[in-house]
T-cell receptor, first 114, second 110 residues
Framework: DAGVIQSPRHEVTEMGQEVTLRCKPI?????LFWYRQTMMRGLELLIY????????DSGMPEDRFSAKMPNASFSTLKIQPSEPRDSAVYFC????????????FGSGTQLSVL | QKEVEQDPGPLSVPEGAIVSLNCTYS??????FMWYRQYSRKGPELLMY????GNKEDGRFTAQVDKSSKYISLFIRDSQPSDSATYLC??????????FGQGTRLTINP
């Protein structure tokens, strides 16, 4: 299995631009998570989906952030408009959620908003 | 008070030493206790997983959970330079509500 695949690996954009991060979970996993990691705040859960349905988006910082999961093999996290304080590493993770609560993370997207 | 507290280090030890990493937590309802290892510019990878309390051993790694003290530990025996990474504890009631520690940056010196 190729594991969780995220793209792009790096994204540099200017303040005010729209940013879209992409994730392909492990085949067969029924839950998908978006995390953000910064030095100051560590790893924070933004949103998670179960069977393609958003279950908890309480971690989404504000309305500029949105996430979708149109099918079991693809999810996007969009920031519009982007701000410098959004600069961080964004991770996608997936899980089977069958009582075995293990998360499998992608390699992340390093986002820099100038 | 944070739900999960972890000393960020950094921690530097010589090769072959025993390493002790730990976290404290505040919510007695937490039942899942995990340790993730994160190499530079990589995503976290699951290292140890414990449900409820007790000890678990896997090769050179031992995870301990003390629910009465709300304290978990990860021990690394015969540490190797390849163990140099950031170690994050993750604690919660399930994968959907895991709370991660800040991570401890560990360096093993040859």
């Amino acid at each position: 299995d190729a594991g969780v695949i995220q793209s792009p690996r790096h994204e540099v954009t200017e303040m005010g631009q729209e940013v879209t991060l992409r994730c392909k979970p492990i085949s067969g996993h029924n839950s998908l998570f978006w995390y953000r990691q910064t030095m100051m705040r560590g790893l924070e859960l933004l949103i998670y989906f179960n069977n393609n349905v958003p279950i908890d988006d309480s971690g989404m910082p504000e309305d500029r952030f949105s996430a979708k999961m149109p099918n079991a093999s693809f999810s996007t996290l969009k920031i519009q408009p982007s701000e410098p304080r959004d600069s961080a590493v964004y991770f996608c993770a997936s899980s089977l959620m069958d009582g075995n609560e293990k998360l499998f993370f992608g390699s992340g997207t390093q986002l820099s908003v100038l | 008070q944070k739900e999960v507290e972890q000393d960020p280090g950094p921690l530097s030890v010589p090769e072959g030493a025993i390493v002790s990493l730990n976290c404290t937590y505040s919510n007695s309802a937490f039942q899942y206790f995990m340790w993730y290892r994160q190499y530079s510019r990589k995503g976290p990878e699951l290292l140890m997983y414990t449900y409820s309390s007790g000890n678990k051993e896997d090769g050179r790694f031992t995870a301990q959970v003390d629910k009465s003290s709300k304290y978990i530990s990860l021990f690394i025996r015969d540490s190797q330079p390849s163990d140099s990474a950031t170690y994050l504890c993750a604690i919660g009631r399930g994968a959907q509500k895991l709370v991660f520690g800040q991570g401890t940056r560990l360096t093993i010196n040859p």
